[in-house]
């Protein structure tokens, strides 16, 4: 078996579950005969036509509403956002129509809003952004974030048949760098688990998405020094699994969190608040973070390396974390 | 009379319409005697319009109401102790005490989608609504409405155009009640009659005096049928007047009260009651013993919703997710192989009519059509400076658009083939276009002082 990319993994999830269930469809911009900005979604519409592969007019309120309104007669939709950063454009209608629909009326949507997110690729404030606590703070939605080519394919499964609407956030930076072997047999992957990526004694690092692969790194030049590292990667962010970093903590007793998100408002914080209610008493030093700084995503290369978490930096704070 | 409708419709959609106004004067009752929630949205005077469309839809179709629509509900098939303990904020009541009004619908069996408060957000789901139907094979029809005001929302427009280029059975009832909370029709679009939007989204309209039940739900039932036979969307103006403040608290004092006395003229239940009379449908007992029914009916629902406990607080936490609480099977009224591979499959290429050149005459090449248009500003500056009009010319109404050809599947969009409606209030009487037309309506002798005025 040849090794696939994140984005092959994801195309190749889509195409099962076409295969598997005509009550999928696709809608987004230039996905049909384009194949998508990024290719997520080429041959889709070749193979199962434009019943099911639809091409829309450059309207995110349009697409989500529409999504929306198909979930409600059984079908289960996947959006594409050309770029993430665009579901700023329908911010309503996903977070007062979708997610609100079975709290309030007791009407399910499954649909998936699947697009690619983060920085790294120069992509400047507007193709590079990282949304996703506008949404982990949104009751009634799922978000999912993965960080390997396995995950995005057993996830996107998931995500498609969850019978709630799930945001799915691909780093595009990700896309075509992480590679690995697939299973030839089916899997899926459970919304809402964690995964250790490395076991280690001596503090906990949580991640996810391209941070988890920065904390990873971090983790093996902090093994030169004598400092072992476990690293989380989250997998999803709502729900969140409390149990994975609850019981690492207990174990490390030290707590660095990772994200490429900005840091005012970012998922760090509510996990340094989950780890003080749940494991306050096995804590051995202060919750550190490593984030994005509270700035747009800039444009230049310069800037923009200043303004990601870097190996270094997640060095320097786990080495800062390991003296306590 | 109506030949496409019963004595027996005929009386039903005096039965609906009088019941919504009459469960709605029950719904002030219980605001002023604290009994109601939240607010109590009133459709007094638009009765009509809520009626008379959603009558045309078939038990298979799908609606979805804004928050005067509680007369599309009943129409449905929603009980008056739905909409009761709705605003009672009621365990019993549809969503649990979840959400109140008419937040509330049904996917399994009434097909009813429940509205949101930002306005506009409906109109992009009832046109998935009508694709996911049209892909299953369902043939039914979405339904929905805006008023004045919500069509200014930018949902509005990605909504309908959205519905326009994917050809969706959606009818969109646009309530023109001439005012948004405060805001009078004038402040939200420079436009005679908002059905005339239809034409920029390539799709056809009508426009009806929404006072008028049996004229309402002609117009609907074109338009459900239109859409069945797929030629929607179709826009429908109903123009009316909301009789009363936005809401329950709204003593609505910045309506001038000459335009209530306007409007109350042409309520529309006397107006219909006038029309089963004239016609012979029905008798004074006829009336009364409808009259009965609906009393007796919402006596019973009020009681029942009266006599509802509240909601358990625990059970704020339950129902954020589907946690395996409803299955989702779509309703597939067509083989399924019809839309797998390799039944489904294309080759995924774009058609391009006329190469994008459709505004040109056909065969002209593109050079021709640009110097055209570049030759006119030049006459212009060529000619002779006394042939020019030394006053300004007389500001005249915006003509109504000529109707085009354009991408409808007729080719002609309806918009100008209705009458427009005359609704003097419309604009609000103060309105200056609106004096002015009346102006140029009179003889030209009316018209001599008021030259000689200006010289």
């Known amino acids: 078996m040849p090794e696939v990319t994140m984005l092959e993994a994801i195309r190749e999830a889509l195409f099962e579950e076409f295969n598997r269930d005509p009550a999928v469809v696709t809608l987004g911009e230039d996905i049909g005969v384009f194949g998508g900005a990024f290719k997520a979604t080429e041959g889709l519409l070749a193979k199962f036509g434009p019943e099911r592969v639809i091409d829309t007019p450059i309207s995110e309120t349009g697409i989500v509403g529409a999504a929306c309104g198909m979930s409600y007669l059984g079908l289960r939709p996947v959006v594409e956002m050309q770029f993430i950063d665009f579901i700023a454009c329908c911010f309503n209608q996903v977070t007062n129509f979708v997610a609100k629909s079975h709290y309030r009326w007791g009407a399910p949507v499954p649909m998936v809003i699947r697009g690619p997110s983060g920085g790294g690729v120069h992509g400047g404030p507007f193709h590079s952004a990282n949304p996703e606590m506008y949404f982990v703070h949104t009751p009634g939605l799922k978000v999912v974030y993965p960080s390997t080519a396995y995950d995005a394919k057993g996830l996107l499964k998931s995500a498609i048949r969850d019978n709630n609407p799930v945001l799915f956030f691909e780093h595009k930076f990700l896309y075509r760098r992480v590679k690995e072997q697939l299973p030839d047999s089916e899997y899926t992957i459970p919304i809402g688990k964690a995964a250790v990526r490395r076991e280690g004694r001596d503090l906990t690092i949580v991640s996810y998405a391209a941070a988890a692969h920065t904390s990873l790194e971090a983790a093996k030049l902090l093994a030169n020094d004598g400092i072992d590292a476990e690293v989380i990667d989250l997998r999803t962010l709502l729900p969140l699994d409390r149990e994975a970093i609850v019981s690492s903590v207990k174990k490390t007793s030290k707590l660095l969190i990772v994200h490429e998100d900005t840091r005012t408002g970012g998922i760090a914080g509510e996990i340094a608040a989950i780890v003080c209610e749940d494991a306050f008493g096995h804590l051995d030093g202060p919750i550190a973070r490593v984030t994005a700084l509270d700035t747009p995503v800039p444009y230049s290369p310069p800037l923009e390396e200043y303004f990601l978490p870097s190996v270094e930096k997640v060095a320097a704070a786990a080495r800062e974390l390991a003296q306590y | ?455």
């Open chain 2, 1 to 455: 009379m109506n030949h496409q409708l019963s004595r027996e419709r005929h009386l039903e959609l005096y039965y609906f319409m009088q019941l919504n106004r009459q469960l709605e004067e029950r719904l002030v009752r219980l605001f002023r005697q604290n009994k109601i929630v939240g607010g109590v949205y009133s459709s007094l005077g638009q009765e009509a319009i809520s009626v008379g469309t959603a009558y045309a839809l078939e038990p298979r179709d799908w609606l979805a109401p804004m928050i005067r629509n509680i007369g599309t509900l009943l129409v449905k098939g929603f009980k008056p102790r739905d909409i009761f303990t709705q605003h009672m904020a009621k365990a019993t009541s549809p969503t649990h005490g979840k959400d109140g009004t008419s937040h509330f619908g049904d996917l399994k069996k009434l097909h009813v989608v429940s509205p949101i408060s930002m306005l506009g957000d409906l109109i992009p789901v009832m046109a998935g609504v009508g694709m996911a139907g049209r892909y299953l094979r369902q043939k039914i029809v979405a339904m929905t409405w805006i008023g004045d005001g919500g069509s200014s929302t930018g949902a509005f427009h990605e909504g309908l155009n959205f519905a326009a280029v994917q050809r969706a059975p959606l009818v969109l009832i646009l309530e023109n009640n001439q005012w948004a909370y405060s805001t009078p029709v004038s402040r939200q679009a420079p436009l005679k009659n908002f059905a005339d939007r239809a034409l920029a989204y390539g799709i056809k309209s009508r426009v009806v005096d929404g006072n008028d039940v049996v004229a309402v739900h002609e117009v609907a039932k074109y338009a459900v049928d239109e859409c069945r036979s797929g030629r929607g969307p179709i826009l429908i103006e109903a123009q009316t007047m909301r009789m009363k403040g936005h809401a329950q608290h709204d003593p609505a004092e910045y309506v001038p009260k000459d335009m209530f006395e306007f409007w109350k003229a042409r309520d529309p239940i006397p107006l219909y009651e006038k029309y089963l009379t004239e016609r012979g449908l029905w008798d004074a007992k006829t009336k009364a013993e409808i009259d009965a029914r609906i009393e007796r009916e919402l006596d019973e629902d009020q009681k029942f919703a009266e006599e509802s406990p509240l909601p358990d607080p625990q059970t704020a936490k339950q129902g954020v997710y589907c946690e395996g609480c409803h299955t989702i099977q779509a309703d597939w009224q067509r083989p399924k192989e019809q839309v797998m591979p390799p039944a489904a499959s294309v080759q995924a290429v774009w058609k391009i009519a006329d190469f994008g050149a459709a505004i040109m005459p056909s065969g002209a090449p593109n050079r021709q059509v640009q110097s055209e248009s570049q030759s006119k500003p030049a006459q212009n500056r060529q000619q002779p400076p006394h042939q020019r009009s030394t006053r300004p010319a007389p500001h005249r109404p915006a003509e109504r658009p000529p109707a085009v050809a354009a991408s409808g599947e007729d080719g002609v969009h309806d918009v100008s083939e209705a009458p427009p409606l005359r609704v003097p209030f419309g604009r609000g009487p103060k309105d200056r276009a609106y004096e002015r037309e009346q102006q140029q309506s009179r003889p030209a002798k009316h018209d001599r002082p008021h030259r000689r005025r200006r010289r």
